[in-house]
């Protein structure tokens, strides 16, 4: 069974910075891609930041300068760094996972969530 656990959430203040990090656990036959999606308060889910094979990293523009993310393939674990963080940056982050436990079984795997608020 194919599991994503977020950590590294929490509160910080305008400007701070944050890690978050992204475990993915049981077998996978592949990953296509693995991103960042949050979700704000009354809005729906956006993606924030997604590493692919071919593109590479791309970052939502309320992001860019600021966020960075990175894949580690061999642990099957993805990070986003956040700096200068903003007011608009609070909600749930969630880790996503386009992947496959067998040839032709691609499909979009979630984690939980995780709150990161920012203050002041």
């Known amino acids: 069974q194919v599991q994503l656990v977020e950590s590294g959430g929490g509160l910080v203040q305008a400007g701070g910075s944050l890690k978050l990090s992204c475990a993915v656990s049981?077998?996978?036959?592949?990953?296509?891609?693995m991103a960042w999606y949050r979700q704000v308060p009354g809005k729906q889910r956006a993606l924030v930041a997604r590493i692919q094979s071919i593109v590479g990293a791309n970052y939502a523009d309320s992001v860019e300068g600021r966020f960075t993310s990175s894949r580690d393939n061999d642990k099957n674990m993805v990070y986003l760094q956040m700096d200068n963080l903003k007011n608009e940056d609070t909600g749930v982050y969630y880790c996503?996972?386009?992947?496959?436990?067998?040839?032709?079984?691609?499909?979009?795997?979630w984690g939980q969530g995780i709150q990161v608020t920012v203050a002041s």
């Open positions: 049981g077998s996978l036959f592949n990953i296509g891609a």
């Open positions: 996503n996972a386009f992947a496959a436990v067998r040839l032709g079984s691609w499909q979009d795997y």
